[in-house]
């Protein structure tokens, strides 16, 4: 829980648009309203987003690199060229290795992969590494989630004469990888829409636009019936939903109708994943982020992220059921880690003194586990708000930390700021990895600092809560919380909507679980049952205010309203 009051910011929409919405998409005053406050100004971009269709999907080819991709892949077909896979350790990585290396099994090719081991080799492309997947027969390497910065990597593969296909979401720098096809909608003259595609997202339309190759090329016949590209969505989803990129435009399209292949995968691995998780019908992006991720993620925190591959690609049951348990094994130490690095954090902040006087967070130890550093960045940066860099250093001094940034502040341009300070660094505008040594620290936390104070001043240094739109309570209705359940899946880019309702009487009010509030409200004559999580110390005496969100609970098949509280405020009158 952030510690920090946050400002609420109430959105401002056009009047015109919001009818407009309203009475050609058939919805009420108040969906219409949080759509037009995302941007949607017309019917025909509602329509599109309230009923994604996978037709709707861009031409994979105009993706910068993509017909290079396609026919080195069909030549490796050809000639039964060794392939192999090289995957990033995070869930994006994962699941767009799984997937990959399934399709182009499943469509004849000798494929392989390889992860590399975070504490070992490090993130990216490696030279070691390639060295070992050379020795072993690849001729054809292809790179998901990884390699846009792999310049002198590329260049090694090319002396060798090893073919290499870059796959990446991630920024370029100046100089693009010489590699044999670099396929990044980011990457300078690319003219594919949509750029916020996940790493998976970029290998997903390699694997429509190697289907539609093979199809036009006749490979399809007897009894070797054409895949459908649908059934690889699950893990399309699983990776788009972790790389919490923007689940809009084409990643709401493969998002959604990915969560309903998750509901009912054909993988045995999904299946014990979820069975672990504790899912047991429709899966959300919710279930996707904090339970089904988080233990793919563990065994490569820990220590290798081979086991989640294992378990995306397995057959067969039992294997995957055991594969399942060692993840969820995984997470469980991954948890303990975690909430032992983050006391320790916020002890450590607290107890230096200078907080809040500074606009960051720079903090070392050599207890600290570096496969959770990003984790707990996370939580400090969202408990103190201000950007936060934490550092695992070894035995040796040598440092290798994960950073995250707020609004307003852009992560990756500071730390170049500061680059003389650093070993290497890289990241986007909120989140980043560095690697320093323990005898710059100091000079580099001074830097961090110093940049910060240019750009966050108080007002950056207050969190905001943006409100969709103010109801009256007889607008929140389970036909509002319906309604307004269109709009998923919710996630970055398209979060759930908050809503905002004032002078509240409170009932009732009763503390339960782990210190959340229940309340029983009132207003105009309506009564509400809400519940705010982690929210028991808040005073509820006099009139408040609540920004929340209306849900429908379901119990032995009846249906109630219950109000999701994100915040609390003494009313303002």
């Not at 100089?175 to 949509?194: D, E, H, K, S, W």
């Not at 902040?349 to 570096?370: K, N």
């Not at 936060?388 to 940034?405: F, H, M, P, Q, V």
């Not at 309506?526 to 519940?531: E, G, K, R």
């Amino acid at each position: 829980m952030n510690i920090m009051p946050k400002k609420w910011l109430l959105k401002d929409v056009d009047s015109e648009t919001l009818t407009a919405l309203s009475e050609h998409l058939g919805l009420g005053v108040v969906t219409a309203s949080v759509l037009a406050g995302r941007g949607i100004s017309t019917a025909a971009e509602g329509a599109a987003f309230l009923s994604p269709t996978f037709s709707a999907m861009p031409d994979p080819f105009l993706l910068k690199g993509m017909e290079a991709a396609v026919n080195r892949l069909l030549e490796a077909d050809r000639k039964m060229e060794a392939v192999c896979i090289y995957g990033d350790y995070d869930v994006d990585g994962i699941s767009g290795t799984a997937m990959l290396v399934s399709f182009l099994r499943r469509n004849g090719l000798n494929c392989s992969y390889f992860i590399p081991n975070r504490f070992n080799d490090g993130y990216g492309l490696n030279q070691d590494s390639l060295e070992l997947i050379i020795a072993s027969g690849a001729t054809l390497i292809v790179s998901v989630d990884c390699g846009i910065t792999s310049v002198d990597e590329a260049e090694f593969c090319r002396k060798l004469n090893i073919d290499l296909i870059i796959l990446d979401h991630h920024t370029p720098k100046e100089t693009i990888p010489a590699a044999c096809a670099v396929v990044n909608p980011l990457q300078p003259g690319c003219i594919y829409p949509f750029k916020s595609l996940a790493g998976v997202g970029v290998a997903f339309n390699l694997l429509v636009a190697v289907r539609s190759r093979m199809r036009e090329e006749g490979a399809y016949t007897g009894q070797n019936a054409e895949p459908d590209v649908r059934d690889w969505l699950d893990l399309v989803a699983l990776g788009t939903i972790a790389d919490v990129v923007p689940l809009v435009g084409q990643n709401r399209v493969y998002v959604y109708f990915g969560l309903k292949q998750l509901k009912s995968s054909k993988r045995p691995g999904i299946e014990a994943l979820k069975l672990v998780s504790g899912i047991k019908d429709t899966v959300t992006c919710g279930q996707v982020g904090f339970r089904l991720a988080p233990r793919l993620n563990a065994a490569g925190r820990m220590e290798s992220a081979v086991p989640g591959v294992e378990l995306l690609l397995g057959s067969d049951a039992d294997e995957s059921n055991a594969v399942a348990g060692e993840l969820d094994a995984a997470n469980t130490e991954r948890q303990t880690v975690e909430r032992e690095m983050l006391a320790e954090a916020i002890e450590m902040v607290e107890r230096g003194g200078d907080y809040p006087l500074r606009r960051s967070i720079v903090l070392a130890s050599r207890s600290w586990h570096q496969g959770v550093a990003g984790i707990v960045a996370s939580r400090i940066a969202e408990r103190y708000y201000r950007p936060t860099i934490l550092i695992a250093l070894d035995d040796e001094g040598n440092g290798k930390g994960s950073g995250r940034s707020i609004p307003g502040f852009h992560l990756l341009e500071a730390l170049n700021s500061c680059a003389e300070y650093l070993d290497r660094f890289g990241g986007h505008r909120y989140a980043a990895g560095i690697g320093v040594n323990a005898s710059k620290l100091d000079d580099f936390a001074a830097a961090f600092e110093e940049t910060a104070a240019r750009f966050l001043g108080p007002a950056e240094l207050v969190p905001i809560l943006d409100i969709d739109v103010e109801v009256c309570p007889a607008d929140v209705t389970l036909a509002l919380a319906a309604e307004l359940k269109r709009m998923e899946p919710f996630g970055a880019g398209n979060p759930e909507p908050t809503l905002l309702m004032r002078a509240l009487k409170v009932v009732d009010r009763l503390i339960v679980g782990d210190g959340h509030l229940k309340l029983r409200l009132s207003a105009e004559g309506n009564t509400f049952s809400s519940i705010a999580f982690r929210q028991a110390d808040f005073v509820t005496d006099g009139l408040i205010d609540i920004a929340f969100f209306p849900e429908i609970n379901v119990w032995n098949n009846s249906e109630t309203l219950q109000l999701r509280i994100k915040d609390i405020r003494l009313a303002e009158v």
